[in-house]
Each structure stands twice: as structure tokens, then as C-alpha cells.
């Protein structure tokens, strides 16, 4: 089973300021990285897939990238609405199942 | 507007049965795989099954395996997951989401909650 590690597991951001979030495969998934956002009571909504690309309705503010077992999810310019949990997510080595990181609490500083 | 609607959530006792539902709406439900995923209150995400568009071909995580079931019917743009022999440990929201290109899980429902206990 492929592992997903982020970190931190929670990061203390001012609004305007920028927020880098990380997550590590353990073993090589090449660009299969999806980024999600949870807000506390809601279902978890698509931000990027394919490491890079937004999802429909996203922000420009947010960007991914990276590759094999490295990712980085980079949110510019926070806004209030951003704060939030965030998960990253391979969907590479079938039957590897689709693994989720544990999540990064993004908070308000 | 893409809408996926869950049901069947509820208190079932351990050893129990439950069938949650999924309704799907806005998008063509017979061209898209569709998953189910699970989050223990104050917890992550757990991907617990898939099925393909036309529905003859579905995988499940290990600890689901023999006791869950996932099913469709594109006549009726259902999805549901039979789910068997319920454990203490099963206790979550169940999310329904849709897939584009197999694996990205573009929309999620809002999720049923199931929670086995006696």
C-alpha cells in the first residue's frame, strides 16, 4: 500500500499571506496527485488533480505541483475561506487502492 | 447542476445490514465510475469501493472485501452500497462521488452517516 504523508499536520497563516503545504508518496506515483479541501460539516471539494491542474471554479491563487514521490500544494494570498483542512490523495498504483494524506489543518494566525 | 444525494444512513447494531443509496443528477451518470469513501468522525479520508460506468467491474478495500457490496443502475442514475456484517469500526460519513477519467474525484455528495453500535 502507497503512503501519504503531509505535513505539517497544522499550519498557522495570517490572511494575504501565503501558505505552502506538503505531502510525500511512499513510493513513486509519478503526476497522480489530487489536492482536496474540507471545511468542518461539508463533503471535501476537488481543488487540483494531476498534480498542476485546477479543478473547475478554482482559484488561480491556488497552485500544485511537483512529482514522483514530492508534492506541494501552494495557496497565495489567503483569503478567509480558505481556511480549512486540505488533503492530498495518489490514484497511481492500482491495486493499490486510492490512499489519502492524514490532512493539514490550515489555521488562522 | 451536478447533485448526488446519499441515503440510508442511520444506527445499526454490529453484526447488522444497511443499504445507502446515492442519487445522482445533472450529468450523464451512465459515462462515469463512481466511488464510495469514508471519513470516521474527526478523521481522514478511506476510499472503501469503486464501480465502473457500465457497472461489470468493481474492486474494494481489504477490510470491506466479502462484506460489501457496491451496485448501480443506470436506468434509475442510482448508485449503492449493500454493506454487511457491520462493524463498530464502520462508523462514518459515507461519501458518494463521482470519477472523470477513472480516478479524480471531481464531486462529492454530502455524505450519510452510518453508525454501528449497540
Known amino acids: 500500500e502507497i503512503l501519504m504523508t503531509q505535513s505539517p499536520v497544522t499550519l498557522s497563516v495570517s490572511p494575504g499571506d501565503s501558505a505552502t503545504l506538503s505531502c510525500r508518496a511512499s513510493?513513486?506515483?509519478?503526476?497522480?496527485l489530487a489536492w482536496f479541501q474540507q471545511k468542518p460539516g461539508q463533503a471535501p471539494r476537488l481543488l487540483i488533480y494531476s498534480t498542476s491542474t485546477r479543478a473547475t471554479g478554482i482559484p488561480a491563487r491556488f497552485s500544485g505541483s511537483g512529482s514522483g514521490t514530492e508534492f506541494t500544494l501552494t495557496i497565495s494570498s489567503l483569503q478567509s475561506e480558505d481556511f480549512a483542512v486540505y488533503y492530498c490523495?495518489?490514484?497511481?498504483?492500482?491495486?493499490?487502492?486510492?490512499?489519502f494524506g492524514q490532512g493539514t489543518k490550515l489555521e488562522i494566525k | 447542476e451536478v447533485q448526488l444525494v446519499e441515503s440510508g444512513g442511520g444506527l445499526v447494531q454490529p453484526g447488522g445490514s444497511l443499504r445507502l443509496s446515492c442519487s445522482a443528477s445533472?450529468?450523464?451518470?451512465?459515462?462515469?465510475?463512481m466511488h464510495w469513501v469514508r471519513q470516521a468522525p474527526g478523521k481522514g479520508l478511506v476510499w472503501v469501493s469503486r464501480?465502473?460506468?457500465?457497472?461489470?467491474?468493481?474492486n474494494y478495500a481489504d477490510f470491506v472485501k466479502g462484506r460489501f457490496t457496491i451496485s448501480r443502475d443506470n436506468t434509475k442514475n442510482t448508485l449503492n452500497l449493500q454493506m454487511n456484517s457491520l462493524r463498530a469500526e464502520d462508523t462514518a460519513i459515507y461519501y458518494c462521488?463521482?470519477?472523470?477519467?477513472?480516478?479524480?474525484?471531481?464531486?462529492w455528495g454530502q455524505g450519510t452517516l452510518v453508525t454501528v453500535s449497540s
Open positions: 462521488i463521482r470519477a472523470v477519467t477513472f480516478h479524480v474525484f471531481d464531486f
Open positions: 464501480i465502473s460506468s457500465d457497472g461489470t467491474n468493481t
Open positions: 490523495q495518489q490514484y497511481n498504483k492500482w491495486p493499490s487502492m486510492y490512499t
Open positions: 513510493q513513486g506515483i509519478g503526476f497522480n
Open positions: 445533472g450529468f450523464t451518470f451512465s459515462s462515469h465510475w
